[in-house]
């Protein structure tokens, strides 16, 4: 009674979750233009899921899992049956593979079959810790793809799974979470979970059950102006953070308002939808362009935007320290996955910006410095 009655009250006056306020990026997210300068080291469409295994740094695209070599190109390791929505290797060569059918695969090193296979549905990102897999599923009533669907649905039926690989047992450690995305290990072995939806990252201690409340504390970032996509450790005890799209006060408007988003979906195509995306401006029945041209036909870099590139990096307390972006005018957008993989005997950022179809390259020690 209560919880409805704020509610009304928050609607009236257009605060708490009825609020369309976006934080502004300044401070260590202030706009630049320094991904649209990194070296463009490969093309390859629909880029994602970037690891570094061993000597070799490994992506997908589509249904095919590559290898990277900026000096070669992108070679074919494996064909599977269904798009790749999740990849993940360990020290020991294996790697574990989510396809958007819903189902997450071990190999072993140096085999092609997979060595045990579960069924999970929308597996979104992956993690081995101390022989374990963790799985991020974003949702149990949308694909991978159907991303977009899942935020404008207010999709908030993402969950946290542990696979031990040893005893063939999964255990559910949290659920009720709005499309998680991204998962990492910190230091003192709680488990960090990026929640676009919610736009933050959430702390699990490992082994704790959670029912969908998440208390203050375990969210050490929180109020986001994008919506954050995967989460890898630097090299020094921090962390770099993809930021797959912006937000903006419009999108914040449209959610907000049920009966509009139910007809918008009913009657238009995804690509057409007041949302987020991977890659904006190429029809013309797209919504914002009208704002996004500015003087002879020139868009400008502040020009509103549904697609944007952005990488965060984090301290070791997750504070953010420095940013690279590519504006409304780039060409690198809808970054959803980096790896930390060494290039002339020196750690360098891999950018994966599966909007644009691009990989981009930066020391990072140079990365840090912009």
């Not at 790697?95 to 060595?115: D, F, H, K, N, W």
């Not at 989460?231 to 993809?242: E, Q």
């Not at 005997?345 to 930066?362: Q, S």
Request: aromatic share 6%; hydrophobic share 40%; charged share 20%.
């Amino acid at each position: 009674m209560m919880t409805a009655l704020r509610q009304q009250i928050d609607r009236f006056f257009g605060r708490g979750d009825a609020s369309v306020f976006v934080p502004v990026m300044d401070g260590a997210l202030k706009p630049n233009e320094i991904l649209d300068t990194l070296e463009a080291a490969l093309e390859v469409e629909g880029v994602d899921n970037l690891v570094s295994s061993g000597s070799r740094l490994l992506a997908s695209s589509g249904s095919t899992l590559l290898h990277l070599d900026a000096s070669g190109g992108p070679c074919p390791i494996h064909q599977f049956p269904d798009p790749i929505s999740a990849l993940a290797t360990d020290n020991s060569g294996r790697i574990a593979v989510g396809l958007a059918s819903g189902r997450v695969a071990v190999i072993e090193q140096g085999q092609s079959q997979p060595a045990a296979e579960i069924s999970i549905p929308c597996p979104t990102a992956l993690l081995f810790d101390e022989g374990d897999l963790w799985i991020a599923s974003g949702s149990q009533s949308n694909g991978p793809e159907q991303w977009q669907r899942d935020l404008m649905t207010l999709g908030k039926s993402g969950a946290i799974h542990r696979w031990d690989t040893r005893s063939d047992t999964t255990s559910e450690i949290a659920r009720g979470l709005a499309w998680p995305y991204g998962l990492a290990r910190m230091d003192d072995g709680a488990i960090l979970v990026s929640e676009s939806w919610r736009h933050r990252l959430v702390r699990l201690p490992p082994g704790n059950r959670r029912d969908g409340v998440i208390r203050p504390e375990e969210t050490p970032l929180a109020g986001l102006p994008g919506y954050p996509a995967r989460i890898v450790p630097d090299s020094g005890g921090g962390f770099w953070l993809a930021i797959f799209a912006p937000r903006n006060q419009l999108i914040e408007f449209v959610l907000r308002e049920t009966e509009y988003r139910q007809r918008m979906i009913a009657s238009m195509k995804p690509e057409f939808w007041i949302a987020p995306c991977l890659r904006s401006g190429s029809d013309f029945r797209e919504p914002l362009q009208g704002g996004g041209v500015k003087q002879m036909g020139v868009l400008k870099p502040w020009a509103p935007t549904r697609s944007y590139g952005l990488v965060v990096h984090l301290d070791k307390h997750l504070e953010p320290t420095a940013s690279l972006h590519s504006r409304a005018n780039g060409h690198v957008h809808g970054v959803t996955s980096m790896a930390l993989h060494g290039r002339n005997g020196a750690p360098h950022l891999w950018i994966g910006a599966k909007g644009d179809g691009v990989v981009v390259v930066v020391p990072e020690k140079g990365a840090l410095d912009d």
